[in-house]
């Protein structure tokens, strides 16, 4: 018994947010959910009904961008985990 190691510390494990898919699907529905509800209300004020569209699709764009460029690339990873 005494060549027992004690028990790691338990807790929650610890995420990279670099690569947590929950953001990435965060970074998409924000950027959707924002720029469509910007986009709705330029419409309103200008009278127009297209700027919702322009602003889903701007919003959909920005939020890939941001997710390409906050998920590691395959030479950034470490081999040894």
Known sequence: MADEEPPAASGPERTDPV???WQAFSYLVSGVGFYGLVGFGLDRWLGT???VVVGILIGAVLGLYLTWKRMPNGSDQDPSA
């Open 49 to 51: 009904k297209y700027l």
């Open 19 to 21: 690569r947590d898919p």
